[in-house]
């Protein structure tokens, strides 16, 4: 379980542990956290993805999506409360965009970062 303010959610899959949207964090990090979260065989094209969207800047944002993976968050706000996302800022921290991410992939495969 995963305490975000002041609600409890249960993911689909291990939480990582939440950063804060303050923290800073270099490219090398970021790749660890995508590594983390993500499996094995999938986690190099993850990075690469991350790369393309956002350069690997967790704070990236731009007129609709948010974070590493520029995650569309009004188009999927109504599943990303079971990951613990309430509000599109939450997509600014790196290991719940990279979940995130994983979750939406779990869903519609790459399809959502074709090129």
């Not at 393309?52 to 188009?75: H, W």
Request: with cysteine; net charge positive.
């Amino acid at each position: 379980m995963i305490l975000i303010g002041d609600q409890v959610c249960v993911p689909a899959v291990a939480p990582a542990p939440v950063t804060t949207v303050a923290e800073k964090f270099t490219q090398p990090q970021v790749e660890q956290i995508i590594r983390d979260v993500w499996p094995d065989e999938l986690e190099n094209r993850a990075i690469a993805i991350a790369k393309r969207e956002s350069n690997l800047t967790p704070r990236a944002t731009n007129f609709c999506c948010y974070g590493l993976f520029q995650i569309y968050y009004k188009y999927h706000k109504s599943w990303l409360p079971s990951i613990g996302v309430t509000n599109a800022k939450q997509l600014l921290d790196p290991r719940l965009n990279a979940l995130a991410a994983l979750q939406l992939y779990q869903r519609n495969g790459w399809g959502p970062w074709k090129l």
